[in-house]
């Protein structure tokens, strides 16, 4: 959250404060528990370096839909990751948390992140 390249077609300041990235990753982390969504960390398999972060970012129960959000690092772009962890999380949003509905946002101009909603979310 800290790259500007990511932050950029997002709702985020460029360059939040380390104390706002920790409230983000706080409430990330609680979204589960609270039955209001879920999180993961995206991490790049045997390095354990951390690439990303995909959310649930609200469930709507009554309507069995949610939201997702995404956001990768700048060194891991075009690799397919995304596409990769938004095709997870909808399989799972359809067989664990049993929604017949996802959606992701996107801001103007960010095509790489349209394109991985796109291929994720038509799964």
């Not at 969504?37 to 839909?65: M, P, V, Y």
């Not at 949610?66 to 799972?92: N, R």
């Not at 790489?112 to 979310?121: E, F, N, Q, T, V």
Request: aromatic share 10%.
């Amino acid at each position: 959250m800290s790259v500007p390249d990511v932050t950029r077609f997002s709702n985020w300041p460029d360059a939040p404060s380390t104390t706002r990235v920790e409230r983000a990753l706080r409430w990330m982390s609680k979204l589960h528990g609270s039955g209001k969504g879920c999180g993961w960390i995206i991490e790049i398999s045997g390095t354990k370096a951390l690439a990303g972060a995909i959310r649930f970012n609200s469930f709507e129960k009554k309507w069995r839909c949610g939201q997702v959000g995404y956001e990768l690092h700048p060194d891991y772009w075009g690799k397919g990751l995304m596409t990769e962890a938004v095709k997870a999380v909808v399989a799972c949003g359809h067989q664990t948390f049993g929604l017949n509905r996802i959606d992701a946002w996107t801001l103007p101009g960010n095509t790489a992140s349209d394109r991985a909603g796109k291929i994720g979310l038509s799964v």
